[in-house]
């Protein structure tokens, strides 16, 4: 990702404001986009990512859902299973994100973090169906961390899965929607352990 020269036109505190209205746009109960921002932090390091891949990387997690509230859709909230066409429309949201962080006049790295952090491993992801080494590694970084916390984190009238459940799902996932080489460096830095977003924002 260093190809891409990062523009950071925002301090800390806005970014964490933005993440925060998205938050409550998507009904998380806490710092759901925080607590992303933190797995991807502990696996990039892990990975050996640069200082300068890291910061376009906390900044993607932390506005990755910025299309969704953009969109401004509500099913988004509801709790059943999407229709069809809603579903389809709902895919729009990377490409969206990506729209809405070039407005706020974040540079290309960013920009492609938020539009390709819904691919898989495995090509079946959107809304480009990238597959294997062809998703940048931050992006692919970010696809297990959002996964994570969005099974982990308490939303009103859905669900939330235990950190054991969830992990198991990471395993399995693995070499399909996952990276299996991050799926392995997740597990084994126990990042299924950390802590929760209420503990993360207390």
Same mark, same amino acid.
């Given at each position: 990702?260093?190809?891409? *020269? ?5 301090? +800390?505190?806005?970014? %964490? ?5 998205? @938050? ?13 921002? &933190?797995?991807? +932090?502990? %696996? ?9 891949? *890291? ?12 299309? $969704?509230?953009?969109?401004? *859709? ?6 059943? /299973?999407?229709?069809?066409? &809603?579903? %389809? @429309? ?7 994100? &990506?729209? $809405? ?26 809304? @480009? ?16 961390? @959002? ?13 939330? =899965? ?5 992990? /198991? =799902? ?16 997740? %597990? ?9 977003? /209420?503990?993360?924002? &207390?």
């Amino acid at each position: 990702m260093e190809m891409f *020269r990062y523009n950071h036109p925002y301090p +800390e505190e806005r970014l %964490l404001e933005i993440s925060s209205q998205i @938050d409550a746009f998507e009904q998380y109960e806490y710092a759901h986009g925080l607590r992303i921002a &933190e797995i991807a +932090e502990a %696996l990039s390091r892990a990975v050996g990512l640069s200082g300068h891949d *890291r910061a376009m990387l906390r900044s993607a997690s932390l506005l990755h859902d910025i299309g $969704e509230m953009a969109m401004n *859709r509500s099913y988004i909230s509801q709790d059943r /299973k999407l229709n069809d066409i &809603e579903l %389809l @429309d709902m895919r729009r949201h990377p490409i969206v994100g &990506e729209l $809405e962080v070039t407005k706020l006049g974040f540079g290309t790295g960013v920009q492609l973090l938020i539009r390709w952090h819904h691919e898989w491993w495995n090509g079946e992801g959107y809304p @480009d169906r990238l597959s294997g080494s062809s998703i940048p590694l931050g992006a692919r970084i970010l696809r297990l961390a @959002d996964c994570f916390a969005s099974m982990t984190d308490r939303r009103p009238g859905r669900k939330a =899965y235990s950190p054991t459940e969830a992990a /198991k =799902y990471v395993v399995n996932a693995a070499g399909l929607e996952f990276d299996p080489a991050i799926s392995d460096l997740f %597990l084994k830095l126990r990042l299924y352990e950390a802590p929760s977003t /209420k503990e993360v924002q &207390e």
